[in-house]
């Protein structure tokens, strides 16, 4: 497995442990790339209309993932 692989391996096992508190509160929560330091996800379900959905990415999500792996820069959400 290359170190890539080896680095999205990670970030789907801390998004997988992240799930269960986004899917308490009606979202859902799902990787979509890794590519340059930046983790892209997408954001649905409640939490697609939730006026915190900027703080649940960003002092939530991103500051999890960037504390547990050294390689993510940046968390980003892509809208659908």
């Given at each position: 497995?290359?170190?890539?692989?080896?680095?999205?391996?990670?970030?789907?096992?801390?998004?997988?442990?992240?799930?269960?508190?986004?899917?308490?509160?009606g979202g859902i929560l799902e990787f979509e790339k890794?590519?340059?330091?930046?983790?892209?996800?997408t954001l649905g379900g409640a939490c697609a209309n939730c006026s915190m959905i900027?703080?649940?990415?960003?002092e939530g999500i991103e500051q999890i993932i960037t504390s547990e792996i050294e390689e993510v820069k940046?968390?980003?959400r892509i809208e659908n």
């Open positions: 497995m290359n170190e890539k692989n080896e680095i999205i391996e990670k970030i789907k096992e801390q998004i997988e442990m992240i799930k269960p508190f986004i899917i308490n509160e890794f590519e340059d330091g930046i983790v892209y996800i900027d703080y649940t990415l960003k940046e968390v980003r």
